[in-house]
T-cell receptor
Framework: EPEVTQTPSHQVTQMGQEVILRCVPI?????FYWYRQILGQKVEFLVS????????KSEIFDDQFSVERPDGSNFTLKIRSTKLEDSAMYFC??????????FGPGTRLTVL | KQEVTQIPAALSVPEGENLVLNCSFT??????LQWFRQDPGKGLTSLLL?????REQTSGRLNASLDKSSGRSTLYIAASQPGDSATYLC???????????FGGGTRLMVKP
């Protein structure tokens, strides 16, 4: 069964460094998403991406964040200058249309 | 702004019991509602999606209902098993970018 994959599973970085989180959505899906979950808190929406552009973003998704689909399979989330409060589990998701969203296993980001 | 609430926050039941998890949302203008399962430290597994025009969906021992006008959904789990132990999340879809707004989850423990 097709699934969303994410790499790395765990990323440790120093405050102020740039990180890139990678995702491979399900191959025939057209919509891509990033969410995050800070430990003990709700899952929060960051951004959705369709037809090679951002379709919606939350207040969290400020200028420090960017997304890219560099080729036909990868979908990346870049954080330019990480802060302590960026420490969280980051989930990528994809959907074929505006329907069921399938989530990857997540990348745990730890900012020291 | 959409708010999603799940009650109870935690639930412990003996194996074999039928149980109901509750989800409420403040803005009834949703496209659909999705129930997920999350195991500790893991990603989100989609269980059921209910379109806004539907009243319920069933998958195996799971049945989810939706009353859009009152802003409520329930997830019914029949004949619970220890393997059902996990956190159950509900999320509603609204907005142009299909963003999911999540509840805080119900942490379920099924005791053998």
């Amino acid at each position: 069964e097709p699934e969303v994959t994410q790499t790395p599973s765990h990323q440790v970085t120093q405050m102020g460094q740039e990180v890139i989180l990678r995702c491979v959505p399900i191959s025939n899906h057209l919509y891509f998403y990033w969410y995050r979950q800070i430990l003990g808190q709700k899952v929060e929406f960051l951004v959705s991406f369709y037809n090679n552009e951002i379709s919606e973003k939350s207040e969290i998704f400020d200028d420090q964040f960017s997304v890219e689909r560099p080729d036909g399979s990868n979908f990346t989330l870049k954080i330019r200058s990480t802060k302590l409060e960026d420490s969280a589990m980051y989930f990528c998701a994809s959907s074929e249309w505006a329907d069921t969203q399938y989530f990857g296993p997540g990348t745990r980001l730890t900012v020291l | 702004k959409q708010e999603v609430t799940q009650i109870p926050a935690a639930l412990s039941v003996p194996e074999g019991e039928n149980l109901v998890l509750n989800c409420s949302f403040t803005d009834s203008a949703i496209y659909n509602l999705q129930w997920f399962r999350q195991d500790p430290g893991k990603g989100l597994t989609s269980l059921l999606l209910i379109q806004s025009s539907q009243r319920e969906q069933t998958s195996g021992r799971l049945n989810a209902s939706l009353d859009k006008s009152s802003g409520r959904s329930t997830l019914y789990i029949a004949a619970s098993q220890p393997g059902d132990s996990a956190t159950y999340l509900c999320a509603v879809v609204g907005g142009a970018g299909n963003m999911l707004t999540f509840g805080g989850g119900t942490r379920l423990m099924v005791k053998p």
